[in-house]
């Protein structure tokens, strides 16, 4: 079985928020130490991203209430953060809602990699993180929460639902617990 990176909603929209604004270096420096840990071990990496076509047909009943015209295709708002290390031979998966699961080809990819399990990073952690892993523990999937990698422009709503998928949907594990952690996938002692 295989574990895979899933990284969800690195986008720039997201980090116009004043706190994610100043979050921006450390999350995107934190998230491309994990994707490089998660190249060197061959584990595969899957980004993504959610976008609404520009005259918000497809978008969440909130985003179409408020006419907010955020993560619009075609717009660099829209596009991964530049200073993250994407590779053409990642996956990427386009999403119209919170969940990378509804109505997306996720389940199918993680299918073809044979993935068990998931190392899970990206904003923001009250929406689209938690209904992802909450997603991912309904299909049975192992999470490792990604704990330097994932963060929320809200920081008492961060908190609150950190405290919540660690230790139930999840384990949190810092970049360097998941390094010491990674050699044990090949010797299948991944959950030691």
């Not at 708002?77 to 996720?106: C, I, M, Q, W």
């Not at 993180?129 to 929460?145: G, K, S, W």
């Not at 920081?155 to 594990?173: N, S």
Request: charged residues 25%; glycine residues 4%; proline residues 3%.
């Amino acid at each position: 079985m295989t574990t895979v990176a899933l990284l969800i909603d690195m986008q720039a929209d997201f980090f116009g928020h004043q706190r994610l604004t100043l979050l921006r270096p450390a999350l995107a420096a934190h998230t491309n130490t994990l994707t490089a840990m998660a190249r060197s071990a061959a584990i595969p990496i899957v980004w993504v991203r959610q976008e609404f076509a520009p005259d918000l047909s497809d978008a969440s009943l909130e985003v179409r209430r408020t006419q907010r015209m955020v993560v619009i295709a075609g717009t660099p708002g829209a596009d991964l953060l530049p200073e993250l290390d994407v590779h053409v031979s990642d996956h990427f998966v386009l999403k119209k809602r919170y969940s990378a699961f509804f109505g997306t080809n996720l389940d199918d990819l993680l299918r073809q990699l044979d993935c068990d399990q998931l190392i899970v990073a990206g904003v923001n952690t009250h929406a689209c993180v938690r209904t992802t892993v909450v997603d991912a523990y309904q299909r049975d999937y192992e999470v490792i929460l990604a704990k330097d990698c994932i963060d929320s422009l809200d920081r008492e709503h961060h908190e609150v639902t950190w405290r919540y998928m660690d230790g139930k949907l999840g384990r949190g594990m810092t970049n360097e617990e998941i390094r010491a952690w990674i050699p044990l996938l090949a010797r299948g002692t991944r959950n030691a």
